[in-house]
C-alpha cells in the first residue's frame, strides 16, 4: 500500500514541475519582449526657430503615446508635443487592483495625467503670452519667478537644482502634491492622500531668446516610469 502510493504522487508532483516551469517561461518571453519594446526609442524633430534657425531633437521610448493637443491657445508656442502612457490592458488593471493594492484617484482634474509634454517657444519676443513667462534668470540659469510661479497647494519642492542639458543652462525641478482623498470633505476631516508627481526640465539657450520645457507628470503608480523618461529624454536633447 504505500509503494503504491508513492507511485502515485511522484507523476503529479512531475507534471507540477513542468507546469511550474512552463509557467516560468511564458511569463520571462512576455518581460523579454515588453522590455525590448520600451528599449527602443523614437526620435522626434521640432520646428526651426525662424529668429536663431535652430531646432530641438529628442527622443522618446516606444511605448508613448501622441497625445492631441488643443488647436488654439493663448500662449504661443513653437513646439507642442505631448505624449501619454498606453491605457493598461484588463490584466494590467487586475494585477495592478488585486495585487498591488493600488486604485486610481476617483476624482476628475485636469492635471491629474500619466503624461509627458514638451513646448518650446520665445520669453521676449513672446511677452504675456509666452509660456516661460514665470520664469527668470539666475545668471544664465532658468529659475522659478517669484511672484508669478505658483504650485498646486499642498505642494512639496523635493529637488530643484541647475545644470547642462545638450550643453545649455537648464532647471531640474521635483514637485510632489499631496491631494485629498476626498475633497469634497471639511479640510479637519480630511485623513490621507493621493500623491501626484511633477519632474521639471527648462532649457535657455544660452545667449538667444529660445527656451524648452519639458513637463512629466504621474500618479505614484507611475512617477518611477515618469522620472525615468524624462531623465531619458534629457539625456538625448540635442539642438541642431
Known amino acids: 500500500m504505500v509503494i503504491s502510493a508513492s507511485k502515485s504522487v511522484v507523476p503529479l508532483q512531475g507534471r507540477a514541475v513542468r507546469a511550474s516551469a512552463l509557467l516560468a517561461v511564458a511569463v520571462l518571453s512576455l518581460s523579454a519582449i515588453w522590455l525590448a519594446q520600451v528599449a527602443m526609442r523614437r526620435p522626434y524633430t521640432g ?61 476628475t482634474f485636469p492635471f491629474l495625467k500619466n503624461e509627458i509634454g514638451i513646448v518650446s517657444g520665445h520669453q521676449t519676443l513672446s511677452g504675456n503670452r509666452s509660456p516661460f513667462k514665470a520664469f527668470t534668470l539666475q545668471g544664465d540659469y532658468p529659475a522659478p519667478k517669484h511672484p508669478g510661479f505658483t504650485d498646486l497647494p499642498r505642494t512639496t519642492v523635493m529637488e530643484e537644482r541647475h545644470l547642462l542639458a545638450a550643453g545649455q543652462p537648464a532647471l531640474w525641478r521635483v514637485t510632489r502634491t499631496d491631494l485629498p482623498l476626498n475633497p469634497t470633505l471639511p479640510v479637519p476631516l480630511q485623513r490621507g492622500s493621493y500623491k501626484f508627481y511633477t519632474y521639471m526640465l527648462v532649457v535657455k539657450i544660452k545667449g538667444e531668446d529660445s527656451w524648452l520645457a519639458v513637463e512629466g507628470t504621474g500618479d505614484e503608480s507611475h512617477q518611477r516610469q515618469i522620472e525615468k523618461e524624462v531623465r531619458a529624454l534629457t539625456d538625448s536633447l540635442r539642438i541642431e
Not at 529668429?51 to 492631441?68: Q, Y
Open 47 to 107: 520646428k526651426v526657430d525662424p529668429e536663431t534657425g535652430g531646432r530641438f531633437t529628442f527622443t522618446l521610448a516606444s511605448e508613448w503615446v501622441p497625445a492631441k493637443t488643443p488647436e488654439f491657445g493663448f500662449a504661443e508656442k513653437r513646439d507642442d508635443f505631448v505624449f501619454s502612457l498606453p491605457k493598461p490592458t484588463a490584466l494590467q488593471t487586475w494585477f495592478e487592483t488585486y495585487l498591488l493594492r493600488r486604485r486610481a484617484y476617483p476624482y
